[in-house]
């Protein structure tokens, strides 16, 4: 699927929601079918089990939703009720099969339901997860990258065991996450467990409290049945600041990447009296090297309250004293490449105006050609526009 083969081309490439991860992009053609092979997945899980128990052993899968609604191609045209019917035959199955190796939950992914256009989804989204739940297998429905905004009151309604909810959002936004204030005005369901994301998974600066302030007041709110867990899929950290030799200490001490975020995890747990999800939210991935800024991981909000618009324009400055030495030197082209424009969009179409208008001063402050990596910019090329 990557490379390609004889008479098969390789998939596109793009960006993970708001995030620099990058996936391959499933493609529908037209009257596809669905006809996976779980063996893999079942060798997996086997093999967990017999390495750390079965109560300890649970499987991860991305959700119907969010796979349906990244595809591409003549065939994701269709009316999402009308791809689920052709798509949710595999997921029970697979359900069905997990519960016969009797796994004590399953952790299906599901960040597309954070998106604006989640909410217009709820009953296509609402009879997906019924029929998931007819198998009989208790889910964990894991969310991340932001709050659920209007979707928040019917997805936690959903017929699942637990729900996991991202308390942080992107490290520095300009707006903040909502969790907490929607938690707030509409409850959490009785008898269902949260999933707390109150470890930033998308940050590299170690936890200063906010985590336990968050548990405090969930505790306040009623919030009883609940494990810790990061905000989103630790796979957009470093792996482990004791593999940094060359850090001076003072900045450190300062640090948690994916290891690190493991340890707050647990430490959190055991202050509150609570459980940590150590599963695919709390797991490392190898991913590419960087060979950019990633902004998002390095916004400082506590104590230095910087966010992520104005450490824009302080980079910008930087940029463009960079650029005048390199002119005043003799270069006659200087390229700065700007592959997080679309990258750092919001997840909630509200909010792209105000993002759009601080990134794009911000490129045109630090002044070059611009060169954009593989993403989807079609919705935002006005904003492209402007950058000349």
Known sequence: MARGAE???ALDMSKFFDTNYHYLVPELEDGWVARPNFTHVLDRVARCQ???GKEASVPIIIGPVTFLCLARGPGASAPLAERLQRVLPAYRALLGQLKAMQVPEVQVHEPYLVTSQAHGLRADVEGAYAALAAEGVPIHLATYYDDLGDAYPWVVALPVAAVGLDFL???GAAEANCTLELIKTHGFPAGKRMGAGVVDGRSVWADTGLAGALLTELRTLGVLNLCIQPSAPLQHLPLDVSMEPELPEGLRARLGFAVQKLGELVRVAAAAGTAATLGELASYRPKELPFEIEADKYVRSE?????RDKQALQ??????????????????VVQVDEPALREGLPLKSSRWAAYLGWAVDAFRLSTAVAALLPSDFQDIMAAIDDMD
């Open 50 to 52: 017999a390495t750390i």
């Open 315 to 332: 980079l910008a400055l930087a940029l463009r004293q960079e650029v005048a030495a390199l002119e005043a030197a003799g270069c006659r």
């Open 169 to 171: 959002g992107v490290p």
């Open 7 to 9: 008479g098969c081309v």
């Open 303 to 307: 104590p230095f309250n910087c966010r």
